[in-house]
């Protein structure tokens, strides 16, 4: 183990890069060293990476408030990130591919998204790596921290970002903070999550309001109920903060992190990965084996890719492709605060969290539309397409994506009547009857009024990153896209759902809306919020997956378990009355509405057949199951590997379901 030890690049090896230098905190074996495949062992590298940026470069123009940044006598812009890696220890022995994953608030998901196991701030035990996937398949995982305001967790990665100043004078401006609170309690964090928060400064005529939904009518609250805590970071109110009810405050702050030297950061380390080094320093080598990056990220890192892409991260400082492959997971059809002043980067966009961020913006597809009420005419790629910096690229939505981030829009015009096709080299594949992330087992209700949905559709993305790879390194197309679409009628508005009679089951009537929002003159075009909560205009149209008989989305990729069904699998649920705003959706989380067991359990008024007139027993439900299975196989979208891990997950199901009632 190698701790606190200073690798420096020589000045050959960054004079056309933003990596300055390297320093190990920690450097060991991965599960002691074991051989975990055809790479052989892992290592694990513990880091920090510092980089240095010309904002004097067309690629760096791009970044928000760099001339507000602080200049080292080079004139260039210093930022340092917290660094994680694992990679074989004999890289000629890898598959040549680094899979960068864009951190989801400081944490490391990948092992989880593609193992059989879930998410963990630490990827080198037995435990947190699963079965090996990933390792086994010879990919080098790298890290880096992008966030600076992560909270003070042990092993989050972070972002060690310089604030704007305008010389001597800091910065100040607008910051919203939005709390709902699932209890009763009498203390409000100006930040999302634990995160850290701008503090308020002390200026006259603050207003804290309340409201009952995204489009609700704003109630002001006496000023004389509440007041700031010493840190100004957070508000206290002795009367307390009802669940499930909006409450806002905007306020100035100063001093706002240039957020954009996060992605600036990644594109220069994925680029040292792939095209600098000098042979000798750890990591400097690597050149000599990685060929290609692929860039994956799930829910806000999902969206961080699409806003690297949209804003043209994808050119190193050298005019060259930095990923090859760019994968955006359960990103809907959404951007986020990355690369503007005082951005607040966890703050998302749900219907009820997180509402009127500047996070579901236009443009949404690919191609570039002209959008009729504010003529402004755009595209995700555009930027790309003109750098000449496009990659192959995945888009992978559930039903939770349609329902809470306007996923539809990525695929549809922003009238709603027609479908835009992806560009060539884009997929879009929609997991059907999907949450937002893997569904687990036994479903549970936690403050949800249905059961959670758990469809786990994992087996899918481990085939699909195999495809991914094959398609970059031996230009092997991928399975073609699958998702609903307005032409065969797999995708129509809430009004038009066909959703099956189920007593006390009815669809959310408050989808997501991605709204025409007006952040002020300067945001487009300095990132500069001026007006916030911003003005609304007309919003876009929200389009969701038609379902079947049985309330089950048609269209996109089905999992066994949803083709062969022991119950209705949705992408929305409900918020239990214990956390306030029952009508609302639950954030994130689906619903599994289990088929009555026997004809007479079934309710008055359930559509849906019982089991029991479905499958003679679990015998002939698992060769049902099978038979799904061999479907996906076939078609590309499962590997052989994890036919009995889909079949003994539904037996599981199954289990769960006969002793439920």
């Known amino acids: 183990m190698l701790r606190s030890a200073v690798l420096i690049l020589s000045a050959a090896a960054v004079s056309h890069a933003g990596l300055l230098r390297i320093n190990v905190e920690e450097r060991s074996d991965v ?17 920090k990476a510092y980089f240095a940026v010309d904002p004097k470069l ?5 970044i928000r408030d760099i001339d507000y940044a602080p200049k080292n006598g080079q004139g260039m812009v210093e930022f340092s990130a917290d660094l994680y890696v694992l990679k074989p220890r004999d890289s000629a022995k890898g598959n040549g591919t680094v899979l960068f994953e864009v951190s989801n608030r400081g944490g490391r998901g990948t092992p989880g998204r593609f193992g059989y196991n879930h998410a963990t701030t630490d990827s080198a035990t037995n435990e947190s790596l699963g079965d090996l996937f990933l390792l086994e398949r010879g990919y080098t995982l790298v890290w ?53 928060a701008y503090p308020a400064l002390e200026t006259p005529g603050l207003k804290l309001t309340v409201r009952n939904s995204d489009a609700g009518e704003r109630q002001e609250i006496p000023n004389t109920s509440w007041n700031f805590t010493s840190g100004r970071t ?15 405050i905007v306020y100035h702050a100063q001093d706002p992190v240039v957020t954009g030297l996060g992605p600036a950061g990644i594109r220069d380390l994925v ?70 002043r005082f951005a607040q980067p966890s703050r998302d966009g749900h219907p009820f969290l997180n509402t009127l961020y500047p996070t579901d913006l236009f443009p949404f597809t690919d191609a570039a539309q002209t959008d009729p009420e504010t003529g402004l005419t755009d595209g995700l790629l555009s ?69 959670s ?91 969701l997956p038609q379902v079947d008989s049985d309330g089950n989305d048609k269209g996109g990729v089905r999992m066994p378990e949803v083709a062969s069904p022991l119950g209705t699998y949705t992408g929305w649920n409900l ?3 214990s956390i306030g705003a029952p009508n609302e959706l639950y954030s994130m989380v689906g619903s599994f509405i289990p088929f009555a067991r026997v004809r007479k359990e079934r309710a008055a008024g359930d559509a849906r057949p019982p089991i029991e007139e479905r499958y003679s027993g679990k015998a002939e439900y698992l060769e049902r199951i099978d038979a799904a299975a061999a479907d996906l196989i076939q078609r590309g979208f499962v590997l052989e590997r994890d036919r009995d891990a889909i079949r003994g997950r539904a037996g599981q199901l199954w289990d769960f379901v006969q002793a439920a009632r």
Not at 151 to 162: K, T
Not at 491 to 500: G, I, R, S, V, W
């Open 31 to 47: 599960m002691g060293g074991k051989s975990l495949g055809p790479a052989g062992g892992y290592e694990r590298v513990r880091a």
């Open 58 to 62: 067309p690629q760096n123009r791009i």
């Open 144 to 196: 880096l921290g992008w966030q600076a305001d992560v909270p003070d967790q042990a092993g989050l990665l972070r972002l060690y970002a310089p604030v704007a100043r305008d010389g001597t004078r800091p910065i100040t401006g607008l910051v919203r903070s939005e709390f709902i609170p699932s209890q009763k309690t009498a203390r409000m964090p100006l930040a999302d999550r634990n995160h850290h």
């Open 234 to 248: 957070a508000i206290e109110m002795s009367a307390g903060f009802e669940p499930g009810r909006i409450y806002e």
């Open 271 to 340: 680029s040292f990965l792939k095209y600098g080094g000098n042979g000798v320093t750890l990591l400097g080598d690597q050149t000599e084996y990685i060929k290609r990056a692929i860039g994956f990220g799930v829910s806000q890192s999902g969206r961080f890719l699409r806003t690297f892409l949209y804003f043209g991260f994808n050119q190193d400082e050298r005019g060259r492709k930095v990923f090859d492959g760019v994968w955006a997971d359960v990103a809907g059809g959404g951007r986020g605060s990355f690369n503007h």
């Open 383 to 451: 930027k790309c397409e003109s750098l000449g910096v496009v990659p192959k690229i995945f888009y992978t939505n559930g039903s939770y994506e349609y329902w809470g981030r306007d996923a539809a829009l990525i695929h549809i015009t922003l009238d709603g009547r027609a479908d835009v096709a992806p560009a060539k080299d884009t997929r879009i594949y929609f997991m059907a009857g999907t949450q937002h992330g893997p569904g687990r087992l036994p479903p549970v209700r936690n403050s949800t009024q249905y059961l």
């Open 453 to 543: 949905n758990p469809n786990d559709f994992r087996p899918v993305f481990r085939a699909l990153l195999e495809a991914m790879q094959a398609w970059l390194k031996d230009g092997k197309e991928p399975p073609p896209s699958q998702y609903p679409d307005l032409s065969s009628g797999e995708l129509a508005p809430l009004a038009q759902l066909k959703f099956p009679k189920i007593p006390g089951v009815e669809p959310p009537a408050h989808p997501m809306n991605a709204w025409r929002a007006d952040y002020g003159p300067e945001f487009l075009s300095k990132g500069i919020v001026s007006i916030d909560p911003p003005k609304l205009g007309k919003p876009f149209p929200v389009m």
């Open 575 to 577: 918020r239990a009355a």
